[in-house]
């Protein structure tokens, strides 16, 4: 017992000098788009048809199973297939410039819309080799959220 | 199946209407449709309305009612559509199975939309959705797409620019286009940068205007053209999708030209959804009017000028016309009438005689959500 508030009154002091942790981006039905404590991507597994899906989905789209779909950390490997650089303001007032893109990761067999970080933004063409890092987005609305980017591999 | 007629089509000039409401502008469209089909009110049976933003930015809805009203139509089935920029083309659609199916025999179709924001504010849409919470911008998926374009068939900045220039050029002819200046490919590509590599010249712009035609089963009129096929597609998000052709477009084009039994070749001018310019470049290439991969060609060839073998956005598309998301597909039908009837003035294309509109909406995991293909005869 006496451990237990021990621990509680840590916990409290460690909160009291660090920043708040920032609250995750969720998905398109609350769902989680990233395991903060893992630091990975999660999408959905189909146990019945074996394909996986980014965002979660509660029906597998190919074969409708609805029971066997669960929650799985994706591969943190993927390769660029498709981007570009941001060079106005966003309506939710990300600044510019930024790159952006669509990273195929291929373990999973899904494509992830992910943020580039970590080398200019002209560094991020297609077919290179990148890997997944938790990252906050700094936006109008709401200030910052845990979110997160793919960089170049060889920097990783 | 009951044969499908446009009887009158109207619209409002494309720009920035400040002052006027969704209803005010979708009233003028209409009654000048009506007018055109000598129709009266009192014979609508049914009123299909298409509008893709006016819940998040007027706080209106009921909006076909509420133009109905003005109208004095009342007591008729009103359809609120809304397919984002496929919305003024759905309602179309679904006017269409309606009265092929023998439901009503007259509609009032129409598309109405305020979306010019004041200078400097960026139009908010689906700040919801967290690709935008990550920084996701409009222009940025078909910034791909031209990405994806260029590195797989050598398409070029020049012939992308092309299809600005000649789409404004088109529309200096269009006293409804909200742009009536020309550009050269050296402004087209000195422009801003939006989204690389897109610049401010490659994007069409956010607009307020309405335009409406009514629909009538069987022929009332020498001037009337004929809807010889109307189709609605979806996307299918397959995460393994190629950025180059939208599969959805492809489907919707085929079933549109045997429904039809026209073939490609056959269709001599045709507006397109040019929402960027890489944009008629695909759609040039998914409606059949060249191969895959040579829709840059096609474009710089001329080919698509208005004196060209096939006339692509006479009316200067969305890129010089304007583009009320929910009105455009109706501004489409708009031009492609008075371009079949040979009332397009300057812009007319000689003995147009098969046209066709293609145009999308929305974005679902990088593929589109809607797609409409219509192609209309004069006989």
Known sequence: MSAKRGESARSEARVDSDPPALEALRGPTGERLIDPARGVLLGSFCGACTRTWFPQRRICPRCYSGERVGERALGRNGVIYASTIVRVPSSLGHKPPYAYGYVDLPRDGVRVFSRFSGSAPEAFEPGAAVEFVLEPVASNAPAATLAWAFRLETLA | ?379
Not at chain 2, 136 to 146: E, K, R, S, T, W
Not at chain 2, 333 to 350: H, K, M, S
């Open chain 2, 1 to 379: 199946m009951n044969e499908v007629f446009i009887g009158g089509a109207g619209m409002t000039p494309f720009g920035r209407h400040p002052d006027r409401s969704l209803r005010d502008l979708g009233r003028e469209a209409a009654m000048a449709a009506m007018r055109d089909a000598a129709l009266s009110p009192r014979a609508v049976d049914a009123v299909y309305c298409g509008n893709a933003l006016g819940l998040a930015l007027q706080g209106d809805s009921g909006i076909g009612q509420a133009i109905g009203w003005e109208l004095g139509i009342c007591a008729v089935p009103v359809f609120n559509v809304s397919n984002a920029c496929a919305s003024g083309s759905t309602a179309l659609h679904q006017a269409w199975r309606d009265i092929s199916a023998g439901h009503c025999e007259s509609a009032l179709v129409i598309g109405v939309e305020k979306a010019a924001m004041p200078a400097g504010q960026v139009l908010e849409v689906g700040a919801a959705e967290f690709e935008t919470r990550l920084g996701d911008i409009f222009p940025g998926l078909f910034a791909m797409v031209a990405q994806q374009h260029m590195a797989r068939y050598g398409t070029t900045l020049r012939q992308m620019a092309q299809v600005s220039v000649k789409n404004h050029g088109n529309g200096c002819l269009n006293p409804y286009a909200q742009f009536n200046r020309p550009v050269t490919v050296e402004e087209v590509l000195a422009s801003p940068m939006i989204a690389d590599p897109l610049t401010l010249f490659a994007c069409c712009p956010n607009s307020d205007g309405a335009a409406a035609i009514v629909l009538r089963a069987g022929r009332r009129s020498a001037r009337d053209v004929r809807v010889a096929a109307s189709v609605l597609t979806s996307g299918t998000y397959l995460p393994e999708r190629d950025f180059t052709s939208w599969d959805c477009e492809r489907r919707a084009a085929l079933a549109a030209y045997r429904d039809a039994a026209v073939r490609p070749s056959e269709i001599d001018v045709a507006e397109v959804h040019d929402a960027f310019t890489i944009c008629e470049i695909v759609h040039c290439e998914a409606l059949g009017f060249c191969d895959p991969g040579q829709g840059g060609q096609l474009t710089a060839s001329g080919a698509t000028a208005i004196d060209g073998d096939i006339a692509v956005n006479p009316s200067g598309g969305l890129q010089a016309r304007g583009h009320p998301p929910g009105a455009s597909g109706i501004a489409q039908i708009f031009e492609i009438v008075a371009q079949l009837r040979g009332e397009a003035q300057a812009r007319q294309v000689r003995d147009a005689r098969i046209g066709l509109a293609q145009i999308m909406g929305g974005s679902q995991a990088s593929d589109a959500q809607a797609c409409t293909v219509h192609v209309l005869c004069r006989e």
